[in-house]
């Protein structure tokens, strides 16, 4: 499942569909993906302008966390999808986007916010937008790493 523009220097990398998206074949378009819109046009991002993709393809089932099986069967396509899009930041939406990309060492407390290089990428990893659906607190960081992406993104 993904969306946008095949030639983006900006990808953005969720956890797995909901049942909108699923249900329709593009990403965030749920309640948390208006609240995605609502930042990108905040931070001055069309989203046409950006590609999206997710860990996994498909809804797992009851909306839970995909389990690492899951995950493994989808990464060869969505490593392919970075090898053609060729973004120079990808930001990672929540722990199961961080930890499939960079490892399971890493914690989405922890390293949120911080920016992350490997193989000339640069990562953000930040909240999903659907944890900031069940806690309001989380926004703030989350506005704020996403204000750290557009000036990395305006400066390419």
């Known amino acids: 499942m993904e969306f946008g523009n095949p030639k983006a220097d900006l990808m953005f990398i969720g956890e797995g569909p909901g049942a909108d998206e699923d249900e329709q074949g593009i990403p965030f378009i749920g309640r948390a993906g ?9 931070i001055g991002i069309k989203r046409e302008e950006v590609y999206i993709a997710n860990i996994i ?43 499939n990309i960079l490892g399971e ?5 922890k390293v949120r916010g911080k920016w992350i290089i490997k193989k000339e990428i ?22 704020e790493d996403l204000k750290e992406v557009k000036i990395e993104y305006d400066n390419i």
């Open 34 to 42: 208006k609240l995605m819109n609502q930042a990108f046009k905040g």
């Open 57 to 99: 393809k498909c809804r797992p089932p009851n909306n839970r966390n995909p389990e690492k099986d899951e995950a493994i069967a989808c990464l060869d396509y969505l490593r392919n999808q970075v090898l053609i899009i060729k973004p120079k930041i990808i930001v990672l939406l929540g722990s199961v986007a961080l930890k």
């Open 105 to 109: 060492e890493y914690a989405i407390t």
């Open 122 to 143: 640069k990562y953000m990893p930040t909240f999903h937008p659907a944890a900031l659906l069940r806690d309001e607190n989380k926004k703030i960081d989350f506005w």
